[in-house]
């Protein structure tokens, strides 16, 4: 079993950039893929990016492609997104999940889920 808790949420203008942090408790971090999914108000969770258990593979919607990067740190048992070039249409509350063996895009794969993270974005 594993915990996750979400960090680095927050308010930004058109452009500007976070990262978010989700941190794991728990064992065995280095064995789960991960992923970072989002949810706008009056929407479903949409899939963002997700990152295989070594870091080497990744993978990312294509309305983040090119802004969004997703990383890992086994050794801190902690995952990150970093988003640039942030859009109004990024607001959303970002969640941090993790799953067995091989990444996905799905939602309803994922065992574990953290709290989530709120970010707004100005126009």
């Known amino acids: 079993q594993v915990q996750l808790v979400e960090s680095g949420g927050g308010l930004v203008q058109a452009g500007g950039s976070l990262r978010l942090s989700c941190a794991a408790s728990?064992?065995?971090?280095?064995?789960?893929?991960m992923g970072w999914f989002r949810q706008a108000p009056g929407k479903e969770r949409e899939f963002v990016a997700a990152i295989n258990w070594s870091g080497g593979g990744t993978s990312s919607a294509d309305s983040v492609k090119g802004r969004f990067t997703i990383s890992r740190d086994n050794a801190k048992n902690t995952m990150y997104l970093q988003m640039n070039s942030l859009k109004p249409e990024d607001t959303a509350v970002y969640y941090c999940a993790a799953k067995v063996w091989e990444t996905s895009l799905s939602v309803s794969e994922y065992n574990y889920w953290g709290q989530g993270t709120q970010v707004a974005v100005s126009a």
């Open positions: 728990g064992r065995a971090f280095r064995l789960y893929a």
